[in-house]
């Protein structure tokens, strides 16, 4: 008897697997696996099908049912299994699950993103802070999201921690929720030029007026009139600007807790191998909607969230570029305002 299985022989994949087995599931095995209740996974799919993003019939296969077709997604966004093992598990085509998931994500990043992430109209319902008659919106950063060696310009992507990455900027506010996200750069990129250069920091002005409302970074961020960074230590920091650099870092401690349950969440996002750039930072982009889209829905995550993974938590030193140096002359736009905040958290005695 062969031990072997004929090349040609059709794949044995499991049958029933979402007509079945997924129904049988308790609830919290079902968040488990698909990391969104059923009530939000019906809800995807009502507004998936509301964006169109459903097949039609193509090449005279089945198309995949709009109750299957979110449950692949998520089920790949959750775990870093195979495509091979997705496409067994849920009875299709390897080609079909990247065809699905490609079109799902499009839909979720050109329909649903803006419902979802974006700057509030009322500040102050979800801020960090409010003090000294400034608001703290939110808190920024940048995550590296690590992916398989591109097919082109390898070495620019490549960080400082050594792997292949994207760089994720956010800015999220007190209940972890993203209301801006942007993603696209090399991970060699620094922070603050990746700021620079993305939509955020032309709209900064408008959304944060000055003296109304702020965003706080880290120190690799430059110090402006919307964005307040700690004061840079260069050994000579008196005891009232060690004190206002602790405050900062407790109040932006809400962005590295947002990324961890981020990642969390949805483990895909630990290491993307897929073969297109522009694929990759779609299903980042929906990933950070969907963790938008739990939150709302009242599912904290508080299980999902892990310890850092070494992509954040320690704050890096990293060597003084050019750009920092630019960055630095710019910092009287943002002085009074730290000054006026440092004030309202210390009170005006400590020295």
Known sequence: ??????????????????????PAYLDDDFRG????????????????????????DHGGREPISPGKAPLVLLWTLANQD????????????????????????????NDLLGEHVKWPNNTAAGAIDCVGGIEIVGAIDGSHIPISQPVEDQEVYVNRKGFHSLVLQA???ADMRF??????????????????????????????????SVILGDSAYPLTGQLIT???????????QKRFNTEVSKRRVVIERAFALLKGRFRRLKFLKMWSIADTTKTIIAACVLHNMCLAGGDRGDDFGELTDGAEGLEVVVPRHRDDAAEDRRDE??????E??????LGPELR
């Open 33 to 56: 696996h698909f990391r969104m209740t059923r009530h939000q996974v019906q809800q995807l799919q009502e507004d998936l099908g509301a964006a169109g993003a459903y097949a039609e």
């Open 171 to 173: 800015v999220c506010q």
């Open 333 to 338: 736009r943002g002085a009074p305002v730290r």
């Open 82 to 109: 195979t495509i091979r093992s997705i496409s067994d598990r849920f009875d299709l085509t390897k080609s079909s699950v990247i065809r699905s998931n490609r079109r799902l994500t499009n839909a979720i990043v």
């Open 230 to 240: 700690p004061f840079k230590d260069n050994g000579r920091l008196t005891r009232r």
């Open 340 to 345: 006026q905040l440092m004030t309202a958290f």
């Open 179 to 212: 209301i801006d996200v942007f993603t696209g750069y090399p991970g060699s990129v620094h922070d603050a030029r990746v700021f620079r250069n993305s939509p955020l920091c032309q709209a900064l002005p408008r959304l944060c007026p000055d003296g109304e």
């Open 1 to 22: 008897m062969p031990c072997f299985r004929d090349d040609q022989a059709e794949r044995v994949r499991a049958r029933g697997y979402v007509v079945a087995t997924v």
